[in-house]
């Protein structure tokens, strides 16, 4: 607010100036100059007389000559007044129109608007840096959770997008540059409703300088933060970001599942991905040579996750300068037949259309395709407004960077033990293993959208668990049961219970819970909003418990004593 006023004074000094001087002449010479009042008298008029009649004169609404007919000597002197005080507002309004209209104040105004409507949220909110295709897609998946956020972003015209989005919440939103502290302040880093900072431009200085700023300003605030460099992820990871997410490492660990083991890399989908893919789509486990087209940050990364898997590889660049340790080299694009029949894509079982062109990807994939049709196809999207053509590609695999990083910050963001879940599950599980879980999240949702959820035994998240009862123990199978009906299981399964140190990968439903154990479900969204009533209603509990329908109003405790015995 400083800085407006600040604005305004240097602004409007010369015009406030000119406009002071006017007025004050034009009331000192109404003082001097001598008048006759109704007797024929001499009379001078006072100072209040002048200033009330300079102010209705110079504002164009003209009373009359107050508070007697003036001389010709006080009407001269008001003719000079009247010019010179239409040709001082006008000098002044136009300078105040001006000053309206400059980009500099039109922003601290709506800075200053920005940071009023933070500053007055009552409600959980989580802070976003960049509206991109990764910010857009993770506003509107919190919108539809009723989660508010509040959207920075540098660039003007994303902000706008952001007004014509038909959202749910209305998101607060400034065009600055995230990376500045104080925007970050205005923004409501440090409000107390305030649950979580998500770096998400697309340069990763940006993210970095929000990253820190967020655990300095804020230690124990949640910080997610997007990254496309290994350099930039090892900084963000080495103060303790919540979250690093890496587009192109990620996707290609989760396609590298593809190669030994589909079923896991299916259920990783189905956690991860609302449009995942169905049962019947799961490739069948076919090893042998992949292609890489492309070998920029990308391809790189699917290098080192496929060495490290021991898959043989073909990589297909042109920079003559290139060494790929383990992987056969082939120079081009691999856009014409020619080079693909050098790398042998007749023998191949993939390949990975992985440059920064999407028509060169495109046309990668579709000669490679009439070469050898039974080929897995994996194409990258680089801007998203060519989605309509990649759907229509028929690829096997779809790498839209700003779709992987939104869903998995909503991953993170709707349960921090999922994350723990998919490392153990490849860590220590077999494809036999993912196959039968499979089966089982098939029976519960069929090809809905499967949604995952975590809960913990605490008196913030589960006060009907921690009332005292009669003795009867809590299993995880009460937790899953239908309050309307407790003869039927709600659409969820539990994937896993953790309690300190010892977790147990899908535990038994007759497995007994303690305070501050954690469990992680998976169903329905309708599953989670049922749950909720027994989490938190003590009676719908105590009827899941027991089968009888207590109520703790007055009334029905009278009513229970009253009962024979």
């Known amino acids: 607010m400083n800085n407006v006023i600040y604005l305004m004074l240097r602004r409007l000094r010369a015009p406030l100036i000119t406009l002071i001087v006017v007025y004050a002449l034009s009331v000192l010479g109404l003082v001097l100059i001598p008048g006759i009042d109704d007797q024929g008298q001499p ?39 009247i010019y010179a005080t239409v040709i001082t507002w006008l000098y002044a309004i136009g300078s105040l129109l001006a000053l309206l209209q400059d980009p500099a104040f039109g922003r601290l105004m709506r800075r200053r608007s920005f ?44 902000v706008d997008a952001l007004e014509i989005d038909s959202l749910r919440l ?41 990253a ?14 997007r990254s496309e460099g290994d350099v930039t992820t090892a900084n963000l990871e080495s103060f303790g970001t919540d979250l690093v997410v890496d587009p192109f490492r990620a996707y290609a660990q989760y396609l590298v599942l593809t190669t030994h083991s589909p079923y896991m890399h299916l259920v990783y989908d189905w956690l991860l991905n609302p449009r995942h893919r169905n049962m019947a789509t799961v490739h069948r486990r076919r090893e042998g040579r992949w292609i890489i087209c492309g070998f920029g940050r ?20 042109d920079d003559p300068g290139l060494q790929c ?28 259309a992985g440059t920064d062109n999407d028509a060169d990807n495109l046309s990668i994939i579709m000669t490679a395709r009439e070469l050898n049709p039974r080929l897995i196809t994996v194409v990258r999207q680089n801007l998203s407004a060519n989605g309509p053509v990649f759907e229509s590609s028929k690829a096997d695999f779809v790498m839209e960077p700003g779709r992987i990083i939104s869903n998995r910050i909503m991953a993170q963001m709707k349960s ?22 499979l089966n089982r999240m098939s029976r519960v949702v069929g090809d809905r959208e499967l949604d995952s959820w975590s809960v913990r035994i605490c008196e913030e998240q589960t006060p009907a668990l921690l009332m005292p009862g009669d ?24 994937l896993m219970h953790r309690r300190g140190e010892a977790v147990d990968m899908l535990p038994g439903e007759l497995l007994e819970l303690e305070p501050e154990d954690e469990i992680l479900f998976c169903g329905l969204a309708e599953a989670q909003r049922e749950m909720e009533w027994t989490l938190k209603n003590v009676n719908v509990f105590q009827y899941l418990q027991t089968g009888q329908e207590h109520s703790h109003t007055v009334l029905s405790r009278l009513l229970r004593r009253r009962e024979p015995r």
């Open 43 to 81: 009379w001078r008029m006072s100072f209040f007389h002048a200033f009330y009649f300079v102010s209705f004169m110079g504002s164009t609404i003209g009373f009359g000559e107050v508070p007697y007919a003036f001389t010709d000597a006080q009407r001269l002197w008001t003719l000079v007044c």
């Open 115 to 158: 940071a009023g409507e933070v500053s007055r949220i009552t409600e959980p909110f989580f802070l976003v840096c960049g509206y991109g295709v990764t910010g857009s897609r993770v506003v509107r998946r919190l919108a539809e959770r009723e989660i508010r956020s509040v959207v920075v972003d540098i660039d003007q015209e994303k």
């Open 170 to 210: 209305r998101i607060p939103r400034l065009c600055a540059d995230a990376a500045l502290p104080d925007v970050l302040h205005d923004a409501g880093l440090r409000h107390s409703q305030c649950i979580g900072v998500l770096a998400l431009t697309n340069q990763d200085q940006a993210n970095l300088a929000v």
């Open 212 to 225: 820190i700023a967020s655990k300095l300003l804020v230690p124990s605030r949640m910080v997610i933060s």
């Open 298 to 317: 990308f391809g790189r990364a699917l290098y080192g996750e496929f060495l490290d898997d021991g898959v043989e590889l073909t990589v297909i660049d």
């Open 325 to 352: 340790e383990g992987a056969q080299r082939v120079r081009g694009i691999g856009t014409e037949a020619v080079t693909l029949r050098e790398a042998c894509v007749e023998t191949a079982v993939g390949i990975v």
């Open 416 to 437: 921090p033990l999922l994350p723990v879940f998919i490392e153990r599950m490849q860590a220590r599980h077999d494809d036999v293993w993912a196959h039968v879980l």
């Open 471 to 494: 003795g009867t123990p809590l299993t995880l199978r009460t937790l899953t049961k239908d309050p309307r009906e407790r003869e039927r299981q709600l659409p969820c399964i539990v």
